[in-house]
């Protein structure tokens, strides 16, 4: 069953219409249906280009299992990842002593960087990252593009009332069961962030990472309008973003020949254009380091990585903390966070 909270402040991602729950499915004063899925909400447009293929995946899984035809309750054909990575989720499913959820095992390249591809299938513990926000206290925070759920938990941590979007089906599923694993209530949809399905003014933090650096500037910048649209008056949006001028990312921008990214490619950005979007499409803005020398280097998974990236990480976060002296720094990191407020 839907959450009831959640179910208050969804909205048409067409039209903009509050929803309402009738059998398996939310529907608008205008006609528009959407199944659920478990219970969780498929808001998904079908009039759109897709940013990316899961959202088609998913949308046809959710016609299957509305219809009865949907033979695998795990959706995998709805996650980005190779057919033999999916597979592999397959044997992990059927291994009682898997101590990490299959999807997880296979996602944690595609959601944390290749530094992490040795770990897929091989995970002992669950690389949930640290937030660097304070304490929630039970206010809403929207997790867009949370694949398995790991900023999700980060933010359940901290006392967050956590609602996860993505458009994979499968890893939605994964999310729900990792926090209910874990002993963490949260809150999940399946939905494209350039529509994002809720009422107007409903969170106090907009959160995303990795995900808004693989779109192109035109849905990044309908993106980022509709954060500012469902963020709360002084609410807080905190996002990652890839700097141009970060040595791994000119170095990956040169390989490509420094064209423009197509498909799900990232997209480098400067920290002037940056920092001039944000504020234009959501409020006043600061830009802040994330990481240097790739995008998603991640303290809290350093015991998990080998020992010759764990100096890399090291090093990254004893360069971070030199940006409290020497400010300049900050527009060298390969990673940075847009922390906007709206007005």
């Known amino acids: ?143 867009i593009g949370c694949s398995w759920g790991r900023w999700s938990v980060a933010a359940a941590q901290k006392g967050y009332q956590v609602v996860g979007i993505d458009p994979s089906l499968g890893a939605v599923l994964a999310a729900r069961r990792m926090c209910a694993r874990l002993g963490y209530h949260a809150q999940f949809v399946v939905g494209d962030a350039r529509f994002l399905p809720f009422q107007g003014a409903t969170f106090e933090t907009v959160f995303s990472y990795s995900v808004i650096q693989h779109f192109s500037r035109t849905d990044a910048r309908q993106t980022l309008g509709e954060i500012g649209r469902v963020l709360k008056h002084e609410g807080k949006s905190f996002i990652q973003m890839p700097n141009v001028y970060g040595a791994r990312c000119l170095y990956n921008l040169m390989r490509r020949g420094f064209r423009e990214g197509h498909g799900f490619e990232v997209r480098f950005w400067r920290p002037r254009e940056l920092l001039s979007t944000f504020e234009r499409l959501i409020g006043p803005t600061r830009l802040s380091v994330d990481c240097y020398f790739g995008l998603g280097l991640q303290p809290a998974d350093a015991h998990l990585l080998p020992s010759g990236y764990r100096w890399l990480i090291a090093f990254s976060e004893w360069l971070r903390r030199q940006t409290q002296w020497c400010r300049p720094l900050a527009y060298l990191a390969d990673s940075v966070y847009l922390t906007s407020t709206r007005p």
């Not at 039209?15 to 899925?37: D, F, K």
């Not at 995946?57 to 795990?74: H, I, N, Q």
Request: glycine content about 8%; charged content about 25%.
């Open 1 to 143: 069953m839907i959450d009831t909270w959640l179910l208050e402040h969804l909205a048409c991602p067409q039209t903009g219409e509050a929803l309402e729950l009738r059998g398996n499915s939310l529907c608008s004063p205008s006609g528009a249906r959407y199944p659920l899925v478990d219970g969780v909400p498929v808001l998904l447009r079908d009039d759109v280009p897709q940013t990316i293929w899961m959202a088609n995946a998913s949308l046809e899984a959710a016609r299957k299992a509305a219809a009865g035809r949907e033979e695998d309750d795990w959706f995998l054909e709805t996650l980005g990842v190779s057919d033999e990575e999916r597979e592999l989720a397959r044997r992990l499913k059927e291994e009682p002593s898997q101590v990490v959820d299959p999807v997880v095992a296979v996602l944690v390249a595609a959601t944390n960087g290749n530094l992490y591809r040795g770990l897929i299938g091989r995970l002992k513990d669950v690389p949930v990252p640290e937030l660097r926000l304070a304490a929630g206290s039970g206010l809403p925070f929207l997790d």
